[in-house]
């Protein structure tokens, strides 16, 4: 079980940036694959990003260039930082992990936390 604590969410307008982060409570982090996944009201949760313990990313095409996800192992900790924000950034964003000794699939998840772009 790998508890999650996210931070950094808030009200920006169009065009701003915000970033996120996210530590993680495990001694393993090391094998621990992190991502952010946001659902927006009436709509399916999305993988915005995602993260090896090896530093290589993945995103979704509605975010590239735009979002950059990053992790420090020695502080347990990944973060999105996200700029030129739009409107339809608008979501509860969630912290997510998995062990890739047991899985492929997110199965540890954060509270999330709300990011509005609104002018």
């Given amino acids: 079980q790998v508890q999650l604590v996210e931070s950094g969410g808030g009200l920006v307008q169009p065009g701003g940036s915000l970033r996120l982060s ?40 509605s975010v590239k260039g735009r979002f950059t996800i990053s992790r420090d192992n020695g502080k347990n900790t990944v973060y999105l930082q996200m700029n030129n924000l739009e409107p339809d950034d608008t979501a509860i964003y969630y912290c997510a992990a998995y062990d890739m000794r047991a899985t492929r ?11 509005t772009v609104s002018s």
Avoid: K, L, N
């Fill in 105 to 115: 699939h997110f199965d540890q998840w954060g509270q999330g936390t709300q990011v």
């Fill in 22 to 61: 996210c530590t993680a409570s495990t001694r393993f982090f090391a094998y621990i694959v992190m991502g952010w996944v946001r659902q927006a009201p009436g709509e399916e949760r999305e993988v915005v990003a995602t993260v090896t313990p090896g530093s290589s990313t993945v995103y979704a095409d």
